[in-house]
């Protein structure tokens, strides 16, 4: 697990009211919220000089938005350095948003886990510069920020290799709940995969509504300002007191507890699940005498519940199966499904199916699909691929769809050259002895005569692109694969 999953962020900013003492009391708070909940929580500061940050002209001025605050809440750096201790002490992730070059320097130099990098100053690119070299894991806010913008940002550190995540933000203080665009979550990891995409709120402090909400839609990380008022101290209409923040951070817990997926690669089903729907199922009653061995067809039985223990359900019936006993009228049957070479072939269709879907993938309306089953329709999910041909010319197109748990055995060509490419998934490709744990976006080249295999832990669809495709051309290591006549491994599918 990296620094950014799961991660929430308490923000400070300037709630420490320009006092260590105070500062270090909303860090104890926080604290107590992190160990009560057991979530890796970070306190989040804010650096700038203000010696240069400020123009000379302006110091002092009251009717310039933020000086007064920005002046009256000054901290030096070892105030700052005492802050970051604390934060460390109560076992959180120190992290500051510098607005100037100088506080990225004095995150360096403090050992800050994360540089965070605030709406305001996302594309400050000489700020970003300095951001960028100093090697620390990096949060950009995105709030006022188009489509367009955030894709300069996320090339921007792209190319300079840097670890980064983004917030979905809205800059209004408060924001009201319709500006907050909560979608927009879900474009932004699909249009940035492999980065992490959080929340920061700055909506009504009472609400738990939108944090629950926002981890629903896939955000991995959240920030909220918080404070710690007193008799003199008053919090911002967007700033957390401790109690806030216990109630928001519950909730953030609760959702992410009922969205979790309880099984890895698919969907838990409880057996109390099971037996809920199990009763309210109906079951195969003989509705005619029916001989041992005898055919049974859809006129000889009707469904009704209950569906006793072991006893066939409605949907597991196919006419034509043979009765393993006699059966009198209204007994139940205790058949069992049966599973043929179609029924295994359609299930790997479906299956097939629903791995380009979740990629995303459009076939279009011009394609041959054939299963590749070297040992057989029985064995497919074990060893096989879905080989979809798009074209095959001088030049040939597939798309290999690859189950979970799959692999396809090793083999070679002495016609044909190909080159992976890996579009969704996790594909393993083994190429002459060397094994390359391939990425989406990641290609693979196999030339003539390279012995290959491939396979996957949880599924994956990759691009072939080939010299012309030749039938018969894939000579296999496995003796027993290699006597088969090829449509003996080979299944076509008209009825995609």
């Known amino acids: 697990m990296g620094i950014f999953d799961g991660l929430i962020i308490f923000e400070m900013a300037n709630s420490h009211q320009g006092s260590v003492e105070h500062g270090l009391s ?15 929580a970070a306190v989040k500061l804010q ?20 000086i007064p605050r920005f002046e009256s809440t000054k901290l030096t750096y070892e105030q700052f350095s005492m802050l970051v201790s604390a934060i460390r002490e109560e076992g959180m992730v120190a992290m500051s948003t510098p607005f100037d070059e100088d506080g990225v320097e004095w995150c360096q130099s403090q050992g800050l886990d994360i540089i965070k990098i605030a709406s305001c100053s996302a594309m400050d690119w000489p700020l970003l510069e300095k951001a960028a070299g100093a090697g620390k894991p990096l949060i950009i806010s995105t709030g006022g920020k188009s489509i367009s ?37 879900e474009r932004m990891k699909k249009r940035y995969r492999g980065i992490v995409v959080g929340y920061s709120g700055h ?26 008022p007193t008799e003199t101290i008053s919090l911002n209409a967007y700033s957390m007191s401790p109690e806030q923040a216990a109630r ?7 959702a992410r507890d009922i969205c979790r997926v309880k099984k890895e690669g698919d969907k838990y089903v409880s057996q109390e699940e099971l037996d809920s729907l199990r009763s309210l199922s109906r079951g195969v009653f003989a509705r005619r005498p029916i001989k041992a061995g005898q055919p049974i067809r859809r006129g000889d039985v009707f469904f009704a519940m209950p569906c006793g223990e072991g006893q066939m359900a409605s949907g597991e019936f196919a006419p034509g199966m043979a009765a393993g006993k006699d059966y009198s009228v209204n007994e139940p049957l205790y058949e069992k499904k049966q599973y043929t070479d179609i029924n295994l072939a359609r299930g790997v269709i479906h299956d097939a199916k629903g791995l380009l879907f979740e990629a995303g993938i459009a076939l279009g309306g011009q394609f041959e699909v054939e299963l590749s089953h ?11 691929a879905v080989i979809i041909s798009i074209i095959n010319r001088e030049y040939c197109k597939k798309l290999i769809v690859v189950l979970p748990g799959q692999q396809h ?62 039938k018969g051309d894939s000579y296999y290591d496995d003796p027993e694969i290699a006597k088969l006549d090829l449509m003996a491994r080979k299944t076509i599918i008209k009825e995609w």
């Not at 050259?417 to 390359?436: I, K, M, N, R, S």
């Open 47 to 66: 650096y700038r000089n203000l010696d240069t940050f400020i123009h000379p002209d302006y110091k002092g001025r009251a009717d310039i938005k933020h």
């Open 149 to 185: 913008d955030i894709d300069k940002i996320y090339n921007f550190f792209t190319h300079r290799g840097c670890e980064f995540a983004f917030l979905h933000c809205v800059a209004e203080y408060p924001a009201p709940l319709p500006h907050l665009q909560l979608d927009f979550i």
């Open 374 to 384: 070297h040992y057989g329709l029985k064995q497919f999910r074990r060893t096989g």
């Open 248 to 254: 928001w951070v519950g909730a953030i817990v609760d």
């Open 409 to 470: 055995p090793v083999h070679f060509h002495k016609v044909k050259e190909e080159t992976f490419q890996l579009l969704y998934g996790d594909l393993e490709c083994v190429v002459d002895g060397e094994a390359a744990q391939m990425q989406p976006g990641d290609t693979q080249t196999v030339l003539r005569n390279s012995k290959h295999s491939f396979s996957s832990r949880g599924g994956a669809v990759f691009e072939e692109i080939s010299t012309t495709h030749v």
């Open 203 to 228: 909506e009504d402090p009472d609400g738990i509504a939108v944090p629950m909400m926002a981890v629903a839609k896939g955000a991995g990380i959240f920030e909220r300002h918080v404070g710690l």
């Open 26 to 40: 909303i860090i104890r708070e926080m604290g107590k919220i992190a160990r009560n909940f057991n979530i890796k």
